[in-house]
């Protein structure tokens, strides 16, 4: 028995990371993959993966998923960063963890300072001395893990930034702090970034793939679970579109949802797959770019 389409929200998410865990399937292995290393007290752990394929998804979730109550979770999107300076953006890694803490762990932050961008330009290592010291005495014996999205982006410009700078430093931040841990995603292949790797030669390093099959029909059903039914045939086709993509997967079920609220229908079949189509492509033109 489904309810009626009519006037439902389309529960299918193109363009922006999944924040909510009831909305995100798949990637059991990357979280074990996660918590076994970070148990092992891996004090770096690397992820790389294509554009699209869920890596923002995969660090917003990481809290949920990885279960370890002596780690705090803070997830930095290093996005439109690539031409600020070092301390520009230690900066703003500080300012989301001041954020993190108080909003998401609900602790008393009050007495902990951020030194400004002028005075870290001049002193790097009030990053280190003063503004990480303090956060340490909040968290206490637990241990800080910073989930960097994007953090390819920044050796893209200037010099003054990831490759010749921030990368070394932050080697050396994981090195001296005992409770600090970073898990940086990369939207290249690690081959391609040789001083990355020369770096962190030593830190475990997963790819983020495409959706083992299960998991993609989980991603296909469950969100429109009630509302829309799908015949085994129109799985079969989006399955051979999308080839377990989790982006490309979303961008057919959107259509096909629109499509069905739009004639008031509940089934989906193999033959409205293939109908989508075009307008599939349509919609997720924005993440296609890439490809050409």
């Known amino acids: 028995m489904t309810a009626s389409i009519t006037g439902q929200d389309n529960p299918y998410i193109i363009g922006v990371p999944i924040g909510k865990p009831e909305s995100f399937f798949g990637r059991e292995d990357l979280f074990r993959f996660i918590q076994d290393n970070l148990k092992q007290n891996a004090k770096v752990i690397l992820l790389h993966g294509q554009r699209r394929i869920g890596k923002s998804s995969v660090l917003l979730q990481v809290h949920n998923f990885v279960q370890l109550e002596q780690f705090l979770f803070v997830f930095v999107s290093l996005e439109g960063k690539s031409r600020k300076s070092v301390s520009g953006v230690l900066y703003e890694i500080a300012s989301e963890i001041l954020e993190y803490l108080e909003d998401e762990f609900e602790l008393e932050v009050d007495g902990v300072r951020i030194p400004s961008k002028k005075d870290l330009q001049k002193e790097q290592e009030l990053f280190s001395d003063v503004f990480l010291r303090q956060v340490f005495e909040v968290i206490g014996d637990k241990n800080l893990v910073l989930l ?5 982006v920044l050796g893209e410009h200037s010099q ?133």
């Not at 001296?176 to 970034?193: A, H, K, N, S, W």
């Not at 830190?203 to 495409?210: C, D, T, V």
């Open 148 to 152: 960097l999205d994007e953090f390819d």
């Open 160 to 292: 003054d930034t990831a490759s010749t700078h921030l990368f070394p430093y932050l080697k050396s931040l994981v090195d001296e702090q005992e409770q600090l841990f970073i898990i940086p995603v990369v939207g290249r292949r690690l081959d391609d970034m040789p001083n990355l790797l020369g770096l962190f030669h030593e830190a475990p390093n997963l790819r983020i793939g495409l959706l083992q099959k299960q998991n993609a029909e989980r991603l296909i059903t469950k969100p429109a679970q009630g509302v829309l039914e799908y015949e085994p045939g129109a799985i079969k086709g989006i399955l051979e579109l999308s080839a377990g993509h989790p982006y490309f997967t979303q961008v057919i079920c959107f259509a096909l949802f629109s499509k069905a609220r739009e004639e008031g229908r509940s089934l989906i079949t193999r033959e409205d797959v293939e109908n989508v189509v075009d307008k599939a492509i349509e919609n997720g033109e924005a993440g296609l770019a890439w490809f050409y």
